[in-house]
């Protein structure tokens, strides 16, 4: 009963803070970029590096999206396997870092 109380209370505080970020997200919407700092307004200028970089870490994120895309429908086709072989190798690790 008393952990009732607490969860309550711990999400009515929760309810609450997430009431007040959706209050100051409504009012930073309102207020146009130009009138937050005259240099906002300036476009940003990017630099071949930085410009490489986010190119890369695009790609990155493309292959990484797509790996567990491919993941998921393996796993979908062969969800047995799947779990044995999560199995097996949950306990080679914690057989390796018990001998420690």
Request: proline share 6%; charged share 25%; glycine share 4%.
């Amino acid at each position: 009963m008393a952990a009732d109380v607490v969860v309550s209370h711990e999400l009515k505080s929760l309810r609450d803070e997430l009431a007040a970020t959706q209050r100051e997200r409504s009012a930073a919407a309102t207020v146009p970029p130009a009138a937050l700092s005259p240099a906002a307004a300036e476009p940003v200028k990017e630099t071949p590096e930085e410009r490489a970089l986010r190119d890369q870490l695009h790609d990155l994120a493309n292959e990484v999206t797509s790996f567990f895309e491919e993941a998921e429908k393996g796993i979908s086709a062969h969800p047995a396997q799947s779990v044995i072989s999560a199995l097996l190798v949950g306990i080679l690790i914690g057989r390796l870092l018990g001998r420690r």
